[in-house]
């Protein structure tokens, strides 16, 4: 609540870096369907999109682990110090993704247990200033002891998200039918990012928290 509105222009940033390949996609007269795309463009796209995604959510993540601490820090700010651990922030970002890939293969278990230890993974890379494998390592040890918790909390945290996209729908629903054609058009979008990103902060918070109290109690 202390943090939502400074992080909320970075935090529609990060969204807008997500949907990149699929506003490429339609623009290039096509349509969002499953199986996903086969273009190799789509999916250089996605990957740059990705990368840019995952180094805004850690300007983010600095941005309200300052104000959090009294530290008043603007967005330029927080993505200037997010440069200077980015190459770090990538490659625990990639090596992640391909431990989970492996994780989920083997029977699906080992992917969800890493998948949970690695939501501290931004936290641990920003602010503890390991490198990639070690960073990894030490989301393990962190969340190991509390890996059930963290799950629950994980859980909670969606549910939460659940009726709140539940309520932003009905009131969508309410405003079509009182707007009508461009006008919805344009209210639903910036609704729609706006929540989205609220969203993005409060995960982010809710992972910053999940890292302080793994390391507070390893401590």
């Not at 009294?70 to 431990?99: C, D, H, K, N």
């Amino acid at each position: 609540r202390a943090t939502l509105l400074r992080c909320l222009p970075l935090a529609m940033v990060a969204l807008l870096c997500a949907e990149t390949p699929n506003l490429y996609w339609i623009a290039s007269g096509h349509r969002l369907e499953r199986p996903w795309p086969s273009d190799p463009t789509y999916w250089v796209i996605s990957f740059i999109a990705a990368a840019v995604m995952v180094y805004v959510a850690s300007a983010v993540m600095l941005q309200q682990r300052a104000l959090a601490s009294g530290v008043r820090i603007s967005a330029v700010a927080a993505l200037s110090a997010a440069v200077r651990r980015l190459p770090f922030v990538l490659l625990t970002w990639v090596l992640a993704q391909l431990s989970l890939l492996v994780g989920f293969s083997l029977l699906i278990l080992p992917g969800l247990f890493l998948f949970v230890c690695y939501l501290v993974m931004l936290p641990v890379v920003l602010f503890e200033q390991r490198n990639p494998y070690v960073a990894l390592v030490r989301c393990v040890l962190l969340v190991r002891p509390y890996w059930w918790k963290t799950l629950a909390a994980l859980v909670i945290a969606l549910l939460v998200v659940l009726v709140f996209m539940l309520a932003f729908g009905a009131i969508l629903g309410i405003l079509s039918a009182i707007l009508s054609g461009a006008a919805f058009q344009a209210i639903a979008t910036a609704c729609t990012i706006a929540f989205f990103a609220m969203v993005v902060v409060f995960f982010s918070a809710l992972v910053l928290t999940l890292h302080s109290a793994a390391a507070s109690s390893s401590a």
